[in-house]
C-alpha cells in the first residue's frame, strides 16, 4: 500500500440541525482512485467539500501529507477540484481558463503557453484556446474544466459527480478516458458519486456511505461479492436480499431448508441477513437441486433473461441467467456455497439505514 | 398525392396561425405609432425648420450657445455624478447583500423597490422639505449648535435628489448580475488559488459588468434629461438642458428651438447608451440597444 496522504479523523457536520457526517474517519492513500458511493444526502459531496476547503467540520480533523488543513482556505490547499456544472468562467476564452491557476501561480509565459497545450492535448481538445466556454458541449466543458485543474498538477484531484450532467454513452467514455488520465498523471483522484457502476468502473477503493456514516470500504469486487450489511447489497447492483438464520458454521437456514455456505464466526441459531445475486442462482429444467420452483415471469434483457420464480421454501428470487424457461414451468434451483454470502442483521437503526431512496438519479443540492 | 394535400392543409394552417398573429400585433402597432414613431418625426421636422417652415440647422446647433453650452455642461456633470455616486452606492451592496448570510434576500429587494412606487414629483418635494433653509435637516443641525447647510437651491441639492430618485434603477440591474453568478464558479476561482480580493476583480467584477452597464444607463440617460427635480430643489436657478427645452416649449413657445435642443440632447443619450450598451447580451438584467 503506497504512504498516506490524507486523513479525516472524526469528522461531524451538520446543517440546521441535520447531521450529515456523523463521526467519518478515513484514509486515502497516494495515487489511490478513491470513490465516495452513496444515495442523496448521504453525505459523500458534504465529504469532498470539507476535502476542497469550501466548508469545516463541526468536530475532527482533516490531514494532508501529514499537516492538519482543517481551517486552510481553498486557495492555500494543493489540491483541485472538477466541479459538477463545470463552473467555468464564462468570461474567459478555454485558454484563459486553464492558465487562470497559473497566473496566480506567476508563472511565465511562455511556460504557460506551453502547459496549456499539454493539458488541451491530455482532454483531447487540441486547438480549442481560443474558443468561448460557452460555445462547447457539455462533455467538451467538462473536459475543460478537468484541463483547468489538473494543469496545476495537484497532489489530489477532486471530482464532485463531473459525469452527472452527460448522456449515457458520453459519460461511459469518460469514465474510461478518467482512468487513463489518472494513470498518465500519477496522481489521487477523489471522486463522488452516485452512479454504482461507475463507482466499480472506475476505482481502487469504494466507499459505500449512507446517512452520514461510511458503510464499507474495499475494492469494487470486495464490495461487489462481499458487501457487509444489508444496504450496500442492495446499493451494489441487483440481489435477493433473504432472512436467514445461521444453524452452525457453514450452514445457513432459508426458509425453513439449509444451504451449505463458507461463512463462519456468525454463532449458532442466529439470524442474519443472506444476499444471493440473481446470476448466482442456478436454475435446472430437470427439476433436479436444492428447490424447486416455478418461473412466474421473464424479461429480455439483452445480455441474459431476468425472471421471478417462486420456490418451494416460500421465497421469490430474481434470476438472471442466459437460459430461457417459459412461464409457468417448473425449474430446479441451486446455489453454489460460494456465492451465499452471510451479514449481521443490523445491531442499532443508527448502525445502518437500510434502503434509503437508493433508486434517486440526479440528486439536486445535497448538504 | 394524399401526402401532398395533407401538406397543403398543414400549410394553410400555418398561414392561418400567420394571420392571427398580425391581427394580434396591431393594437402594439399603433400604440408604437401614435406614441413613439409619429411624434419623433414630429420633434425632426420641427428641429430642422424654421418658424416659417424653411429648412435650417440653426436649431440642431443651437445646443453650442453659450447659454445652452453651460446648461449641457450642467446636465452632462449632474448625469455623470448621480450616475457614479449611484454605483458606489449600489456594487458595494450588492457584494455585501451576496456574502451576507441573509436567506431571504427578496424581502431587501422589496425594500429596495418600496420608494419606486411612491409618485417621484411627491419623494422630491418630501427632499425639498427636509433639506431647505428652514427645514428639518438645519432645524436638528442648529438645535445642536452647528452651522446650518445651504444645500437648496444648488446643483448639490439637484444632485442629491437624482441619487434618491434614481439609485433603485442602479440597485436592481446591479444586485441581479451580482446575485445571479453561480456559487461554484467562486468556488473554483478560489480553488485554483485566489484570495477574496481576487475573486472579487477578476470574477465577480468581470461578470457583473452587464448589470452595472445597465443601471448607467438607466440612471445616466433620465437623469441627462430631468428638469423637475432640478425645478423643484434647484429653485429655477439652476438651468439644466431638460428645463431650458421645457422652457422653450411652454413659455418662449418656440418649438423649433425646443426640438433642435430635444434632436441634440437625444444624440448624447443615444452615444453614451451605445458606448455602456455594449457586451450586455450576457446578463439577464442586460437592456441591449
Not at chain 2, 436592481?172 to 446575485?179: F, I, K, M, T
Not at chain 2, 453568478?181 to 475573486?199: H, K
Amino acid at each position: 500500500m503506497e504512504k498516506e496522504l490524507i486523513r479525516f479523523e472524526n469528522i461531524s457536520k451538520s446543517f440546521d440541525s441535520t447531521d450529515v457526517l456523523k463521526d467519518l474517519t478515513l484514509s486515502i492513500h497516494e495515487n489511490e482512485f478513491v470513490t465516495l458511493l452513496g444515495p442523496s444526502g448521504c453525505g459523500k459531496t458534504t465529504t469532498l467539500r470539507i476535502l476542497g476547503g469550501f466548508e469545516m467540520p463541526d468536530s475532527g480533523r482533516v490531514f494532508f501529507d501529514g499537516m492538519d488543513i482543517t481551517s486552510l482556505p481553498p486557495n492555500k490547499r494543493q489540491l483541485n477540484t472538477v466541479f459538477q456544472k463545470y463552473a467555468l468562467f464564462t468570461h474567459m476564452n478555454v485558454a484563459e481558463n486553464i492558465a487562470f491557476g497559473l497566473k496566480i501561480k506567476g508563472q511565465d509565459k511562455s511556460m504557460i503557453r506551453e502547459k496549456i497545450a499539454y493539458s488541451l492535448k491530455l482532454v483531447g481538445l487540441e486547438g480549442y484556446e481560443k474558443r468561448s466556454p460557452s460555445s462547447l458541449s457539455g462533455g467538451q466543458q467538462q473536459r475543460i474544466a478537468i484541463a483547468r485543474a489538473i494543469v496545476n498538477e495537484p497532489k489530489v484531484l477532486l471530482l464532485d459527480e463531473p459525469l452527472g450532467a452527460l448522456d449515457l454513452k458520453l459519460r461511459q467514455d469518460m469514465q474510461y478516458e478518467l482512468i487513463r488520465l489518472k494513470e498518465e498523471l500519477g496522481i489521487t483522484f477523489v471522486y463522488v458519486t452516485h452512479d454504482q457502476e461507475e463507482a466499480l468502473t472506475m476505482s481502487d477503493t469504494v466507499v459505500v456511505m449512507n446517512q452520514g456514516r461510511i458503510q464499507q470500504i474495499g475494492s469494487p469486487e470486495d464490495i461487489y461479492n462481499e458487501p457487509q450489511n444489508a444496504f450496500v447489497a442492495d446499493f451494489i447492483g441487483e440481489s435477493n436480499l433473504l432472512d436467514g438464520i445461521m444453524v452452525r458454521d457453514c450452514l445457513v437456514n432459508i426458509g425453513g431448508l439449509d444451504f451449505p455456505c463458507v461463512d463462519t464466526g456468525f454463532g449458532t441459531d442466529n439470524p442474519v441477513d443472506v444476499v444471493i445475486r440473481p446470476e448466482d442462482v442456478e436454475l435446472s429444467s430437470s427439476g433436479e437441486g436444492q428447490t424447486k420452483g416455478r418461473v412466474i415471469s421473464i424479461v429480455f434483457k439483452g445480455v441474459h433473461w431476468e425472471m421471478h420464480v417462486e420456490s418451494d421454501i416460500g421465497i421469490t428470487f430474481l434470476v438472471k441467467t442466459t437460459d430461457h424457461f417459459p412461464v409457468g414451468s417448473t425449474v430446479g434451483i441451486s446455489v453454489d456455497p460460494y456465492n451465499i454470502q452471510i451479514m449481521h442483521k443490523p445491531v442499532s437503526e443508527d448502525a445502518q439505514v437500510y434502503g434509503q431512496d437508493e433508486s434517486s438519479e440526479g440528486e439536486g443540492y445535497e448538504p | 398525392m394524399l401526402r401532398y394535400t395533407v401538406r397543403m392543409s398543414r400549410l394553410k394552417g400555418k398561414d392561418m396561425n400567420r394571420k392571427k398573429g398580425r391581427l394580434l400585433a396591431i393594437p402594439y402597432i399603433i400604440w408604437i405609432a401614435g406614441f413613439t414613431i409619429i411624434p419623433l418625426i414630429f420633434i425632426l421636422v420641427k428641429a430642422v425648420t424654421d418658424v416659417n417652415g424653411s429648412l435650417t440647422s440653426a436649431n440642431l446647433f443651437a445646443i453650442f450657445d453659450p447659454l445652452h453650452r453651460k446648461a449641457l455642461l450642467m446636465s452632462l456633470s449632474v448625469a455623470f455624478f448621480s450616475t457614479l455616486i449611484c454605483i458606489l452606492i449600489a456594487y458595494p451592496a450588492s457584494i455585501i447583500l451576496r456574502t451576507s448570510r441573509i436567506t431571504n434576500k427578496s424581502i431587501i429587494l422589496f425594500i429596495l423597490i418600496l420608494p419606486m412606487w411612491m409618485n417621484f414629483v411627491l419623494r422630491i418635494f418630501a427632499v425639498q422639505l427636509l433639506i431647505s433653509n428652514n427645514g428639518v435637516l438645519n432645524y436638528i443641525l442648529t438645535a445642536v449648535n452647528l452651522p446650518p447647510l445651504k444645500i437648496i437651491n444648488t446643483p448639490w441639492a439637484i444632485l442629491l435628489g437624482m441619487v434618491y430618485d434614481y439609485l433603485p434603477y442602479m440597485m436592481l440591474p446591479v444586485l441581479n448580475s451580482v446575485l445571479s453568478i453561480p456559487e461554484d464558479v467562486i468556488e473554483a476561482a478560489q480553488d485554483l488559488g485566489s484570495n477574496r480580493f481576487r475573486v472579487l476583480t477578476h470574477i465577480i467584477f468581470p461578470l457583473s459588468l452587464g448589470g452595472i452597464g445597465s443601471g448607467i444607463i438607466m440612471v445616466f440617460v433620465p437623469s441627462m434629461t430631468e428638469f423637475v427635480i432640478a425645478n423643484i430643489l434647484g429653485g429655477g436657478k439652476i438651468q439644466l438642458l431638460g428645463n431650458i427645452i421645457e422652457q422653450e416649449f411652454t413659455v418662449t413657445m418656440d418649438w423649433n428651438l425646443g426640438s433642435g435642443l430635444s434632436v441634440s440632447l437625444m444624440a448624447f443619450v443615444l452615444i453614451t447608451s451605445m458606448i455602456f450598451g455594449r457586451n450586455n447580451e450576457d446578463t439577464a438584467a442586460g437592456i441591449s440597444l
